[in-house]
């Protein structure tokens, strides 16, 4: 796999809309993890030094940054997926290895899934399951019910014979009935929300604002960066216990957004890292949290003062940890949190360059909160890649 970091949000163009109506989750999901969206063919293409550059109909151009896949292109050294570098309302320009001159063909343009495949599809109405194709991938199933208003049911299993049937559930019944809840939206049933996917081949990372403040709720499925060689059972879910407006607790306990000290809950790995057992409690825990309490990243109970560091003027971060069984099992990859109080200084997708250990990486900052009660802090997540695991 490429190692390119994917970055879809409702704006772009052609991105699917997510709302409390049934089934929309899985039309983000389908587009982001498995087709991709927004295609459009190419006037003309040429290549100079390394550069692309393609033309497309007014209006039909792609955000720097993200991710495309170009098809049907003369020299087939043009296609396959890559970075947009710069952008105009017709024109994009991407790194190619494919020799200077113009390009022929039908060529197509359109947002790169994150070549994830869709098992079962089909087959039972509004419920969807997902899993990676990369070769090192553990291989659990994400098996989405998006049946109900206003939230979707997920869970994630070790194997799957059906749509509906499978072994080693992630969590168990007996550990949450039914499985875990990401909100799509609390409002009214047709209106959209705001949403964001930071996917690789490996997992991915959904954050939606459920009631449109600016606060959202970022949950994770897939393989952890962990500190086992070769961990088969590397996988974590994260997702609310409970549905609805619960209290504060209830309603974070899947964000990532939070490093938990008191309440550990709704976040579960596969197995142990021995691999007895079946699914297990995993504690979300920020690797620079001091303070006794529950903490949002970006947000005054860390402890650590407020943006910027005077010392370096520099904006401070860390890794949210996964603690389970008396060991640290890992970390969540491409994920950082903040550990000083940022206030609302990093607006949602307000891309910015890195520095430091993250010279050369776009950070992609946003809002995390409550969803009855308005953001309390930020999270930022690597955008160019590779994630380390």
């Known amino acids: 796999m490429d190692g390119l970091i994917r970055v ?28 991709g969206y927004g295609a459009t063919g190419a006037t003309s293409a040429t290549i100079a030094s390394g550069t692309a550059t393609i033309n497309l109909p ?82 659990m199933l994400l098996r989405v019910d998006d049946t109900a208003a206003a939230s979707a049911r997920v869970r994630a299993y ?46 991915f990372y959904l954050a939606a604002d459920s009631l449109g403040i600016g606060a959202f709720t970022v949950f994770h499925a897939g393989d952890i960066l962990s500190h086992a060689p070769g961990d088969a059972w590397g996988y974590l879910l994260t997702g609310n216990e409970a549905d609805g407006f619960e ?15 008191n309440f550990i809950r709704g976040a579960w790995l596969a197995r142990l890292h021995t691999g007895i057992g079946g699914a297990v409690l995993a ?39 996964l603690y389970t069984d008396g060991v640290l099992r890992g970390a969540l990859p491409g994920l950082l949190h903040p550990f000083q109080d940022c206030g609302a200084q990093f607006a949602t997708g ?18 995390v909160g409550l969803p009855f009660s308005g953001r309390y802090g930020t999270v930022l997540f690597d955008a160019t890649g590779p994630w380390s695991r």
């Open 8 to 35: 879809f949000t409702n704006t772009q163009r052609g991105a699917p809309a997510l709302s409390g109506t049934a089934g929309t989750l899985l039309g983000v999901l389908r587009a982001c993890l498995v087709d």
């Open 58 to 139: 007014q209006g039909s151009s792609f955000d720097v940054g993200t991710v495309v896949r170009i098809s049907g292109a003369t020299p087939a050294a043009l296609n396959g997926d890559a970075r947009v570098l710069t952008a105009t309302s017709a024109q994009i320009t991407v790194a190619t290895d494919a020799p200077d001159g113009p390009a022929g063909g039908s060529i197509a343009v359109k947002m790169a899934p994150a070549d994830w495949a869709e098992r079962f599809a089909g087959t039972v109405k509004n419920v969807g399951v997902f899993v990676p194709t990369a070769v090192k991938a553990t291989g």
């Open 158 to 203: 070790e194997a799957m014979t059906a749509a509906s049937t499978g072994t080693g559930l992630i969590p168990t019944n007996t550990q949450v009935n039914g499985g875990l809840w990401w909100p799509r939206s609390f409002q009214d049933a047709s209106a959209p929300v705001a949403w964001w996917i930071v996917a690789d081949a490996r997992g």
């Open 247 to 261: 209290p504060w607790s209830t309603s974070a306990f899947g964000c990532c957004g939070v490093s938990m000290r």
């Open 283 to 321: 504690q979300r825990i920020g690797a620079h949290h001091n303070g006794v309490a529950d903490a949002w990243a970006g947000g005054a109970s860390y402890g650590f003062g407020a943006y910027p560091n005077s010392p370096n003027n520099g904006l401070m971060t860390c890794a949210l940890e």
């Open 350 to 367: 307000g891309f910015f360059d890195g520095e430091g250990d993250f010279a050369g990486r776009r950070l992609l900052p946003i809002g």
